[in-house]
């Protein structure tokens, strides 16, 4: 028992590997051991465990939900072991991967102008970027920071406030001639509406008539799980969207897009976090990121 202790996070690291070759052969080639060797330590993991984490065909293998959960545990445990000997071995310079989560468009024209800045600053971190606007699972260990919008969920995450946008529904001058201009906000339903495909804390659009806020659901022929795209389809003019301001800056200006419904705008705002797993164990390259996030968005 006590050598299968000492051997956990090697075994781990396999782990990791078949889970994501996908088979024990290319687990093996990428390696460098015998296919039996790799299932070895698979089974080893499943008979200390008492589960099955894989199960396996003649031509592939696929996780099980209790291997999904113990392939996030595995991610932490091996990146946190990663940062442990990072920092000890030079306390003074934050170096290892950072997987930031970002909005497709928000990235693009906020964050990812920033990186160069922060890795001439810190030139031993390698900062992978998801651009999705999808919520990453930060505490599953897919993400090490995520910038979102809107209202937080309670959970165990910390977050630190970057910034706010409002947002703004919006159309195409071709469109609204072939559809016609909504006078309010119950003309939509007459209208295509393109609304994002994830779901929200809010199921609709919010808006603002006779003094009451309410949220009113939309329906249209095409969801996306990203900004830019409705915006591009917008500016097509295949419908209507309501997307964050910082998307839509220059189709206003240039007449590509124009607002619609702002007497019922509620002026809301969205707010934009930076989210991460905090306290004292907190990473040292997780935490340089997310000052400069606050430093540069902030500003």
């Not at 703004?168 to 016609?180: D, F, I």
């Not at 003019?237 to 997307?243: A, P």
Request: glycine share 8%; hydrophobic share 40%.
């Amino acid at each position: 028992m006590e050598r299968y202790k000492a051997d956990r996070a090697g075994e781990m690291a396999t782990f990791m590997a078949v889970a994501h070759a996908g088979s024990l052969s290319a687990t093996a080639r990428d390696l460098g051991l015998t296919p039996s060797a790799v299932s070895r330590s698979v089974t080893r993991i499943e008979e200390r465990l008492g589960v099955r984490l894989v199960v396996r065909t003649t031509r592939s293998l696929r996780l099980t939900p209790e291997g999904e959960a113990y392939l996030r545990s595995a991610c932490r445990i091996l990146a946190d072991l990663d940062e442990a000997e990072e920092a000890i071995a030079d306390r003074g310079r934050p170096r290892g991967h950072v997987r930031v989560s970002v909005a497709s468009a928000h990235g693009r024209l906020t964050v990812v102008p920033a990186l160069a800045e922060f890795l001439e600053r810190y030139p031993e971190i390698i900062v992978e970027v998801d651009a999705s606007d999808e919520i990453a699972d930060i505490l599953g260990g897919r993400a090490d920071v995520a910038v979102r919008f809107g209202p937080l969920i309670d959970s165990p995450l910390t977050a630190r406030r970057l910034g706010e946008t409002g947002r703004t529904v919006v159309a195409s001058p071709a469109y609204l001639a072939r559809a016609g201009v909504p006078q309010t906000p119950a003309d939509l339903a007459h209208h295509n509406c393109l609304d994002f495909s994830f779901r929200r804390i809010e199921p609709g659009w919010p808006f603002l008539e006779n003094g009451r806020s309410y949220i009113l659901p939309v329906s249209g022929s095409i969801t996306a799980n990203n900004g830019e795209t409705l915006v591009q389809l917008a500016t097509q003019g295949v419908g209507i969207t309501r997307v964050g301001n910082f998307h839509i800056g220059d189709a206003l200006a240039s007449g590509e897009l124009v607002p619609l419904l702002e007497d019922f705008n509620p002026q809301d705002r969205e707010a934009i976090h930076a989210i991460f797993i905090g306290g004292p164990s907190m990473p040292t390259r997780v935490r340089v990121f997310v000052d400069f996030l606050v430093e540069k968005l902030k500003s």
